[in-house]
């Protein structure tokens, strides 16, 4: 039976989730449900595809992935169905299908659906589930809203990524790579800065430092997470969304 996730900013304190699981369950009453996130910061567009992208592909290829909610700015119809890396997606057409993943946007539809009737889009997301064609769904387009992924630089001598996401844990997550720091770094001195700290080691997890302790480390995303065994990165470090980590190698 294939899977449907749900992702949203709209909360746990009002209705809004349970509204959209009733429609999903009476279009499809065998319907299987799994919430990856409704605290996405709201309008927040870089919270909302760092959650998404780090945890989509986990789910069985051909999972339907729901996203509740859109930028501020955007009006609630302008809705796509669209498949990425094998996965189908009901998303806003908001920028949020080009920055969860490096792979080409597949099947793109505009799905048709009158303005502000969430009740279609719950629909799509069932009908996807029940095994109808994004085809079935909407019209096709090449005209929906695409961003480019700010990634990280790398040269022989630096590379310079900042921070992405800060977590539950105020953990700073970066768009630091470990592919690029595992061949630039191979048989190399490094030092991370980052704040007024700096670093010249890498931790394979963060009980290896002291509680209180400054930890640095790659995540199972495989980006480098900058944080403080039982405390808050973000707090103590003075780290912020934005903030620029930089790693030197020396000859």
Not at 53 to 64: A, L, M
Not at 158 to 183: A, M, P, R, Y
Not at 189 to 205: D, S
Not at 220 to 226: A, D, H, P, R, S
Request: proline share 3%; aromatic share 10%.
């Amino acid at each position: 039976m294939t899977l449907i996730t749900f992702t949203s900013d709209f909360g746990l304190s009002d209705h809004y989730v349970a509204q959209f699981k009733a429609r999903i369950f009476t279009a499809y009453p065998e319907a299987r449900i799994v919430d990856i996130s409704h605290e996405i910061k709201a309008f927040n567009l870089a919270h909302l595809s760092h959650t998404l992208g780090s945890v989509f592909r986990d789910f069985p290829k051909g999972t339907v992935h729901l996203i509740g909610g859109s930028s501020r700015h955007d009006n609630q119809s302008d809705y796509l169905v669209a498949q990425i890396d094998g996965h189908l997606f009901v998303a806003p057409d908001n920028g949020v299908l080009s920055l969860i993943s490096d792979q080409p946007i597949h099947e793109v539809y505009k799905l048709q659906a009158e303005k502000n009737a969430y009740r279609e889009i719950a629909l799509a997301a069932a009908r996807l589930a029940k095994g109808d064609s994004p085809d079935q769904l909407g019209s096709a387009t090449t005209e929906f809203k695409q961003y480019l992924k700010r990634k990280s630089r790398a040269t022989k001598k630096e590379i310079s990524g900042h921070v992405i996401h800060i977590d539950h844990f105020g953990n700073l997550i970066t768009n630091i790579e470990k592919v690029d720091f595992d061949i630039l770094s191979r048989d190399r001195n490094f030092t991370i800065y980052f704040a007024r700290e700096k670093q010249n080691e890498v931790q394979r997890q963060m009980t290896e430092v002291d509680p209180g302790d400054v930890f640095v480390m790659f995540n199972n995303e495989e980006k480098l997470m900058i944080g403080i065994n039982q405390g808050s990165g973000t707090q103590l470090l003075g780290l912020e969304y934005d903030s620029p980590i930089t790693i030197q190698f020396e000859d």
